[in-house]
């Protein structure tokens, strides 16, 4: 039985011919036909059709992440999770603890660590973590993966020495008095360390994956847009764990997968390209940095930091190598997916992209959180989208308002001047650096603050309607990936992907109702893979 009809619901269906319905049919895992309970009923209800009453539930187009490390959900199942920690105490607490369970020698992994959270102080020193993981190497990714925390015994087991050659865009902080490493490294430093931890057998990355595919299910998303095989083993070992699990064992989630620069070359000698694979499994861009994080102040700026002021940021590569990047990927005409964080990152990829035609698939510029009016302006071009992660800003703010001053915090997570500029915004979480939730993220977009605050929100004029919302987790995330023929709206010829929720969001007064929204299903081809 393919036929189903999914009936009695406040479907929004974003398709501007038929904005709100009450019944979709579905047939082979694509959408029929859409229209009145009655219509579609006297149509198409026989007694060979499943019929789903979604009870007066709203529904919309099956929620899209256009940007996550899925690889990071996963890691969260397979290492030590510091998501959410707020005092270095307990965060030492819970590596004195894993470190109990850790045979001498061991590498403990851990993950999500965030100082700006801690009321107790800074970052735990490489001291303290001796003293709680003396026997096994210690590495901890800050939660923005752009900053790393070692114990002693790690740099032992990299074989440190005080001239060692650190990678270009890398850091090891030294201690200004000792000038011995206090334990946090930045960037690209964090190769020298990693080179030397083993990898994760086969079997328990595609555990992890394949529980990270289950969590986020559960939060109504339907496809993701995600960048893993640094973290996968390389591109061979990536795909083929996503294709056991989508195509193989039919795991309930469409997945876009960006491709890391250096895995370029493999793409080309396997003769695969932007576009390759099936509505399920897809490759999508190539990834590539631009520069860091605010948190260090890496993000590359075009005037210093406002409390640094001989600090500029730090470019992950010159000009000439961004550039020969950039060639190369369009030499096998694939679209590009860059990491701009600061303005003249962005400024420095638009630059390099001027140069060069456009392809099939549309390039990706990721973040772009801090801009200017002249890059909003440049951003506004069909064949580029802005991959948006509205929970960004409660991350940030509002000790980012020391590193930037009030004057450019009016361009920081522009997210309203973009779309009035007609630039094509998608939406993502950045997980595991943010929540996956969607709701969380719409939530920011809507509000601008973190949940938990009550005010108007941090530079008011760049909040975005519900609405709009939305469709930066739906319409924007198929138009992301060239696939808005076939998803981001519910309309006939359509993939059947859908999201229920317990509430209609988009009748609320109050959007802090969106924190107490469940997910009640979500439906990929007309199949219900989670239900609540």
């Known amino acids: 039985m393919s036929k189903s009809i999914f009936t009695n619901g406040v479907i929004h269906t974003f398709d501007e011919n038929q904005p709100l319905v ?23 209800g026989d007694s060979d059709t499943k019929i789903i009453d979604l009870q007066g539930k709203m529904v919309t187009p099956g929620l899209i992440d256009s940007h996550l490390h899925l690889s990071g959900v996963a890691f ?11 005092s270095k105490r307990e965060m030492l607490e819970k590596i004195r603890e894993r470190a109990s369970a850790t045979p001498p020698g061991k590498w403990l992994l851990g993950m999500g660590w965030d100082e700006n959270l801690f009321t107790d102080g800074t970052m735990p020193t490489i001291q303290e973590l001796d003293q709680v993981a003396p026997h096994c190497p210690v590495f901890l ?23 060692i050659t650190v990678p270009t865009g890398g850091r090891i902080v030294l201690d200004e008095t000792t000038k011995k490493p206090t334990g946090l490294l930045l960037e690209s430093a964090s190769k020298l ?22 969590h986020v299910a559960q939060r109504g998303i339907t496809s993701v847009h995600t960048n893993d095989p640094l973290y996968l083993g390389g591109f061979d070992q990536t795909y083929k764990m996503y294709d056991e699990l989508i195509n193989e064992e039919e795991k309930g989630l469409r997945c ?29 861009a190539v990834k590539i940095f631009a520069d860091g994080a605010f948190g260090k102040r ?12 001989n600090q500029f940021g730090e470019a992950q590569h010159s000009q000439e190598e961004l550039y020969h990047m950039v ?24 630059e390099i992209l001027d140069q060069f035609p456009k392809v099939n698939h549309r390039d990706r510029i990721i973040h772009v959180s801090l801009l200017r009016e002249d890059l909003i302006q440049r951003l506004a071009k069909s064949h580029i989208v802005a991959d948006i992660q509205p929970r960004f800003l409660v991350g940030d703010f509002p000790w980012v308002k020391e590193r930037l001053g009030e004057q450019r915090i009016q361009y920081l997570y522009a997210w309203k001047s973009l779309l009035t500029a007609g630039v094509v915004c998608a939406g993502g979480s950045d997980a595991p650096v943010e929540p996956v939730d969607p709701l969380l993220g719409i ?17 008011e004029k760049e909040k975005v309607s519900m609405l709009e919302s939305f469709k930066l987790f739906t319409i924007g995330g198929a138009y992301a990936t060239n696939e808005e023929h076939k998803k981001g709206t519910i309309s006939p010829g359509k993939l059947a992907d859908m999201t229920v929720y317990s509430n209609d969001i988009l009748s609320m007064e109050d959007p802090d109702e969106l924190l107490t929204t469940k997910i009640e299903m979500t439906i990929v081809d007309g199949k219900v893979v989670y239900q609540g």
């Open 141 to 163: 990714k800050r939660i923005c993966h752009h900053a790393f925390l070692v114990n002693s015994k790690a740099l032992e087991m990299s074989h440190y020495h005080p001239s």
């Open 76 to 86: 969260q199942y397979l290492d030590l999770n510091l998501i959410g920690i707020t």
């Open 22 to 44: 009450e019944t979709v049919v579905v047939d082979g895992g694509r959408i029929t036909e859409i229209g009145s309970h009655k219509e579609m009923m006297t149509k198409w």
């Open 256 to 284: 876009n997968l960006l491709i890391d620069y250096p895995f370029l070359d493999r793409l080309k000698e396997r003769g695969i390209y932007a576009g390759y694979g099936n509505d399920k499994l897809q490759i999508g």
């Open 443 to 459: 939530h920011a977009a809507v509000t601008r603050r973190d949940p938990a605050q009550l005010h108007d929100g941090w530079n």
């Open 193 to 214: 360390v990693t080179d030397y931890i083993p990898d994760h057998t086969y079997e328990e990355l595609k555990s992890g994956l394949g529980q990270a595919m289950d």
């Open 298 to 309: 890496t993000a590359l700026l075009s005037d210093p930091y406002y409390d640094a002021p």
């Open 327 to 350: 060639k190369e990927a369009r030499e096998h005409s694939m679209p590009i997916a860059v990491h701009t964080i600061g303005d003249q990152a962005v400024e420095n990829v638009l």
